[in-house]
C-alpha cells in the first residue's frame, strides 16, 4: 500500500524488536555487521547519537522507560516498562513496491547495494519531511500551545524478507515518544501530526525511491496511480505476483472482513472503514518468520534458482529493466499546480496541506529524494497561494507576538496540519445546494392526504419518534426533505412506509445510492425501485429517463455523496418541481470525493 503504516508502541514494546527482530527471528540485518539498527533523528543527532549502532539494552531505556539509550539518564518524566498505557513511541514501516525488492533479491551484489542505498535515501528525505511536519510537541494547560522540537530521536532497523521468506527489504523506525523543546525540556511527541501526515510521507517515500532508483539505475515506471504506486518496468509479473504471498493472504483475508462488515452494515464502507479491515487482516494472517539466520547471499542464490524455474532467471531480462529511463524534462509549474487543484477539487470538498502534497507526489519529478521532496514542498506553497483556492481558517483575534509564533510562522495557538482549503468552485457549488433546498422550503410537493397517513401508520408498529419523522416526511412539502437515519434506527421500515403512502397517493417513488450494494439494500429492504446515483444522473441527462411532478426520489446514504452529484440532483428535481428526500446519519464517514454537506443541511434546516 502507498501508506506508510503507523502503530503506536507500548514500553514493552522493546522486546517485541530486541528480543524478536534483533535475535534474528524477524530476520533483521540488526543482529549482523551488513546492516546495523541505528540512530537516527535530528532530535539523534542533537544528542549526539546519529548513527550510533542500537542494542537491546539501549532499546530497553529508550522505549520501555523513556530514558538516555546511553547511560539511562532522565529524559523529562519516564514510565515503567510494564505500563503499556503509555504512549512509548510509534513505529513506521516503509516498504518499496515489489518489483523493487524483486530486483533486489535476484540481482548482484553490486545492484543490491544500489537499491538499499536508493531505499535508505528515500527513508532519510522521508523522516526529514515529517521532521518538518509532525515532529511538535505540547505546552500550556491541557497542551493548547503546539511548539517546535529539535527533531525525531529514532532507530531504523533494515529487514530483507516478508514473513513468507520472500524478498521484501523494507525499514521498521522506532520514534521515541520523547523529543526536546527549545527550552531544554524533554516532553511528548505530539502524535496528531504523524496521523495527519501518514499518508503523504508513504506517498513521498515511494516517489523519492523513484528518483533514486531513475537516477542511479536508469530503470523506468508504470504510470504512477492516484495512491502513488508504480512498479518498475519490465520486472516478471510472475515473480512479483508469485512473491507477494504476504499480500495475497492479506487481501484475501481482508476482503473477506470487508465483505461481512458490508453485508452487516449494509452499503459499501469508506477508505477508512476498509483500511481497518486490512489492518485486522494483517494482524491475524501473521506467521513466525522464516530464514531468520541465512545469511543474505544464501537467499539471493535460493531466489535467482526459484526465478529460474519459471523461465525469468535474472540473466534475461535485467538488461531490459536497467538502463531503460528516458530523459524527462521538467514539468510546467503552472500546469501542475492547475492539475493538482483539479484533482483537489474532484476528490475532496476540504482539504490540507498534507492532501496536497499526496497528490503532488504522483505528479512532481526530481533528480534524487531531496530535490523531489524540495520541489513537492515548492509546489504545495503555490498551490495554497492560488487565487482559487479559499483557506478555512478562522481569523486569529490579534496578531499573535514572536514569542508565540513556531517556525512554520504559525502561532502557537494553531495545529501546524489542521487548517483546511477548498477552491472557489467547490463553495460555489455548495451554495447553489443550499440556495435550491431553502426555495423549496414552502414548495408543497410529495404531499400524502391525511387519511392515507393514518392509515400507513395505523398498520405499522412505530415508536412515536419514527411516527413524527414520517408525519413530517409526508406532509411537510418541501422540495428537499432531511431524513436523519442512522444505523439501527429502523431507517429502512421507515422508508418501506413512506413508499405505501407515496404509492397511495399516486407517486413514483425512486429509490438511489451512491453504490450498488446500497441501492440493493435499499431495493430489498424499503421495496424501493433504487438505482445507483451515477447511473440515474447519466439516464436522465442523456433522455434516458424522464421526470415529473409525481415523482420522489428518495437519495440513501447522502452523506456519502460528492456534493457535484449532489448539486445535479438537486438541480434536476428542482427543474421538474418533484420531491427530494436526502436520507443519511452526518455522524457516518463522509463521501470519497468532494461531500460532507449533507451535516450543514441538516445543520441549516433541520431533519425528520
Known amino acids: 500500500a502507498a501508506v506508510m503504516s503507523l502503530t503506536k508502541l507500548g514500553p514493552s514494546g522493546w522486546r517485541y524488536f530486541a528480543e524478536e527482530i534483533a535475535t534474528g527471528r524477524e530476520d533483521y540485518f540488526a543482529r549482523s555487521a551488513e546492516h546495523p539498527g541505528r540512530y537516527l533523528g535530528r532530535g539523534a543527532q542533537a544528542m549526539g547519537l546519529a548513527g550510533a549502532e542500537v542494542d537491546a539494552l539501549g532499546l530497553e531505556r529508550l522505549i520501555g522507560h523513556g530514558t538516555d539509550p546511553r547511560d539511562g539518564a532522565a529524559m523529562g518524566r519516564g514510565f515503567s516498562p510494564d505500563n503499556d498505557n503509555v504512549v512509548a513511541g510509534f513505529g513506521l514501516t516503509f516498504s518499496p513496491p515489489k518489483s523493487v525488492s524483486v530486483l533486489w533479491g535476484t540481482g548482484g551484489e553490486e545492484l543490491r547495494i544500489a537499491v538499499v542505498a536508493a531505499h535508505e535515501r528515500a527513508v532519510a528525505s522521508t523522516l526529514d519531511f515529517l521532521q518538518d511536519h509532525a515532529a511538535f510537541t505540547r505546552r500550556g494547560a491541557g497542551g493548547v500551545f503546539q511548539v517546535d522540537t529539535e527533531g525525531f530521536v529514532a532507530a531504523s532497523f533494515l529487514h530483507r524478507t516478508s514473513r513468507a521468506a520472500d524478498p521484501q527489504l523494507h525499514t521498521h523506525v522506532l520514534l521515541a515518544n520523547k523529543v526536546r523543546a527549545e527550552d531544554g525540556r524533554w516532553l511528548s511527541l505530539d502524535g496528531r501530526e504523524l496521523y495527519e501526515h501518514q499518508k503523504a510521507a508513504g506517498m513521498l517515500y515511494r516517489s523519492a525511491l ?5 537516477a542511479s539505475l536508469k530503470v523506468a515506471w508504470t504510470p504512477v496511480d492516484d495512491n502513488g504506486i508504480a512498479e518498475i518496468q519490465g520486472v516478471p509479473k510472475v515473480l512479483v505476483e508469485t512473491w ?3 499480500r495475497h493472504e492479506v487481501e484475501s483475508l481482508g476482503a473477506e472482513l470487508v465483505a461481512s462488515r458490508e453485508s452487516e452494515l449494509g452499503r459499501e464502507l469508506s477508505g477508512g472503514e476498509r483500511a481497518r479491515c486490512l489492518q485486522l487482516a494483517a494482524y491475524r494472517s501473521r506467521a513466525p518468520k522464516l530464514e531468520a539466520e541465512t545469511p543474505t547471499e544464501v537467499l539471493v542464490a535460493r531466489w535467482r534458482e526459484e526465478a529460474a524455474s519459471f523461465g525469468q532467471a535474472p540473466e534475461y531480462w ?10 524527462s524534462t521538467p514539468e510546467d509549474r503552472k500546469a501542475l499546480v492547475h492539475l493538482a487543484i483539479a484533482r483537489l477539487e474532484e476528490t475532496r470538498a476540504t482539504w490540507g496541506r498534507s492532501d496536497v502534497t499526496e497528490v503532488l507526489t504522483t505528479l512532481v519529478t526530481g533528480a534524487n529524494a ?3 521532496r524540495t520541489r513537492v514542498e515548492q509546489a504545495a506553497d503555490e498551490v495554497l497561494a492560488d487565487h482559487r483556492v479559499c483557506s478555512l481558517a478562522a481569523p486569529l483575534p490579534a496578531e499573535p507576538p514572536e514569542a508565540l509564533r513556531r517556525r512554520d510562522q504559525m502561532s502557537a495557538i494553531e495545529r501546524h496540519g489542521a487548517t483546511r482549503y477548498t477552491t472557489e468552485a467547490t463553495l460555489l457549488s455548495e451554495a447553489r445546494v443550499l440556495d435550491a433546498v431553502a426555495k423549496g422550503r414552502n414548495a408543497r410537493v410529495g404531499l400524502v392526504p391525511e ?9 405499522s408498529m412505530f415508536g412515536a419518534d419514527q411516527q413524527r419523522a414520517l408525519r413530517e416526511l409526508l406532509t ?3 422540495q428537499v426533505a432531511l431524513l436523519v437515519g442512522p444505523a439501527g434506527a429502523g431507517k429502512s421500515r421507515a422508508l418501506g412506509a413512506a413508499r405505501e403512502a407515496w404509492d397511495a397517493a399516486g407517486y413514483r417513488p ?3 445510492a451512491p453504490s450498488a450494494i446500497a441501492a440493493r439494500v435499499l431495493s430489498d429492504e424499503a421495496g424501493l425501485c433504487s438505482d445507483t446515483l451515477a447511473r440515474f444522473l447519466l439516464d436522465v441527462e442523456n433522455g434516458r429517463r424522464t421526470l415529473g411532478p409525481r415523482d420522489v426520489i428518495v437519495l440513501d446514504e447522502a452523506t456519502m455523496t460528492r456534493t457535484d452529484d449532489l448539486e445535479r440532483l438537486v438541480t434536476h428535481t428542482a427543474q421538474v418541481g418533484c420531491k427530494l428526500v436526502l436520507v443519511g446519519d452526518p455522524q457516518q464517514l463522509g463521501a470519497v470525493g468532494p461531500g460532507g454537506l449533507f451535516a450543514t443541511l441538516v445543520g441549516d434546516h433541520g431533519a425528520s
Open 451 to 459: 387519511r392515507t397517513l393514518e392509515l400507513v401508520l395505523s398498520g
Open 318 to 327: 535485467l538488461s531490459r529493466v536497467l538502463g531503460q529511463a528516458r530523459t
Open 370 to 372: 531531496d530535490e523531489l
Open 510 to 512: 425512486i429509490g438511489l
Open 476 to 478: 411537510g412539502g418541501e
Open 244 to 246: 507477494s504471498t504476504r
Open 210 to 214: 523513484r528518483a533514486e532508483l531513475t
